[in-house]
């Protein structure tokens, strides 16, 4: 009966709308960074441009460091993202297939860390990382993004839908436990990884608080903390601040993309769905 009278799911007519609330000010942004500052500043505001007016980006290269920042941001970035792959699948694994004492408290140690407010470590950590004397460093913006707690439960649940046969069957062949982990579970958790990657690209992409905190050289900022220079107490740059909104925004529309699949993947197998 749902095909002979619509050619999709009836759901399909409560989630259109509801995507249209979310995209449209996504619209918003990258129509407004194609106006001038008097359209953008008029009233009634205009939702589409009388023109393409290149302004906000013509200001946002020439000057800004706005380059430097999508650099920095890119390094720091691939830094976490590479640190959790690594560091979170081998905790994650380790937990969910190794046997040792206090795998259990340990666990229970590592996901608790979840709720302590970040707002609550910033101090302690600044002081930790001035001792190391890597504030006002890059170091200082990926060195907290280099395992989650969230990172180690994510591969933990993950693994532990494997099946076990596949490490037996390694281990009677003689492979030992890295081997096995290298070889065998690795690659069958590639949709784990990629979600983990694309939630950790996510959140150090868009990091602003703790790197406005413990960066104040300007061609260290990330962009985040760059795009926040142009929102001042008398006057912001509208123009600039929606083109470094979209430069900011394409690299993980795109990162998405990419790791569509995969990611909804883990997001079906791993537990973690609704």
Known sequence: MRRRFLPFSPWHLLLMPLALIFVLPL???????????????RFPPKFIPSGVHLDGYKALFTESHILQWFGNTVLVSAISVASHLILCSAAGYGFARLRFAGRGVAFVAV?????????????????????????????????????????????RQFFLTLP???????????????RTFVSIVLPLAR????????????????DLLWPLVAISDDRRFTLQ?????????????????????????????????????????????SGLKG
């Open 27 to 41: 619209v918003q942004m990258v129509l407004t960074s194609f106006m001038s500052e008097r359209e953008i500043n």
């Open 111 to 155: 996901l608790a860390t979840v709720m302590i407010p970040i707002q609550l470590l910033m101090i302690p950590t600044y002081l930790m990382f001035a001792r190391l004397g890597i504030v006002d460093t890059l170091a200082a913006a990926f060195v907290p993004w280099l395992a989650s707690a969230f990172g180690i439960f994510l591969m």
């Open 164 to 178: 076990g046969e596949l490490e037996e069957a390694a281990r009677i062949d003689g492979a030992s436990v890295w």
């Open 191 to 206: 949709p784990a990884l990629a979600t983990l990657a694309v939630f950790t690209l996510l959140s150090s992409w868009n």
């Open 225 to 269: 903390v760059g795009l926040a220079t142009f929102q001042g107490m008398r006057r912001t740059e509208w123009s600039q601040l929606m083109a470094g909104n979209v430069v900011a925004t394409v690299p993980l529309i795109v990162a998405f993309l990419v790791a569509q699949k995969r990611f909804i993947a883990t997001m079906t197998f």
